[in-house]
Nanobody, 124 residues
Framework: QVQLVESGGGLVQAGDSLRLSCEVS????????MGWFRQAPGKEREFVAA????????YYGDSVKGRFTISRDNVKNTADLQMNNLKPEDTAVYYC?????????????????WGQGTQVTVSS
C-alpha cells in the first residue's frame, strides 16, 4: 500500500551539509504525516522531524532545531531533510516513516510505514 525509499546518506565532515530524500509511493490520496527518525548503534530510535502533507506544518526534535529543515513536494511525492552544520553526534541510520493520520506524533511506534534506512556518518 505504501512504500518509502530513502536516499542521500553518506560520509561527511563536521560542519558539512547533507540532504536526504524519501520517495513516497502510495495508492491512497489521503493526507499523510511524514517523519524522519534516526538510530545510532546501541541507542533508541530518535525523532528528528515531521511534516504534514496537506499544509506542510513542520516539527523538529530539540537536538536538530535550527540546523535541519524538513520539506515535502506534493508533485514529486518526496519528503526531504536538509541537514546543515552536521555534528559527529548526528551519525546514525536515518529512516523516513509515514502514517495516514495527519496528526503530529514523535513516537516511532505510531508510524505505520518505514523505509529501509540510509547511513549518515559525520567525522570530526
Amino acid at each position: 500500500q505504501v512504500q518509502l525509499v530513502e536516499s542521500g546518506g553518506g560520509l561527511v565532515q563536521a560542519g558539512d551539509s547533507l540532504r536526504l530524500s524519501c520517495e513516497v509511493s502510495r495508492r491512497s490520496s489521503a493526507w499523510f504525516l511524514m517523519g524522519w527518525f534516526r538510530q545510532a548503534p546501541g541507542k533508541e530510535r530518535e525523532f528528528v522531524a515531521a511534516i504534514t502533507w496537506s499544509r506542510g506544518n513542520a516539527y523538529y526534535g530539540d537536538s536538530v532545531k535550527g540546523r535541519f529543515t524538513i520539506s515535502r513536494d506534493n508533485v514529486k511525492n518526496t519528503a526531504d531533510l536538509q541537514m546543515n552544520n552536521l555534528k559527529p553526534e548526528d551519525t546514525a541510520v536515518y529512516y523516513c516513516a509515514g502514517r495516514f493520520l495527519e496528526v503530529f506524533t514523535e513516537k516511532p511506534q505510531e508510524y505505520s510505514y518505514w523505509g529501509q534506512g540510509t547511513q549518515v556518518t559525520v567525522s570530526s
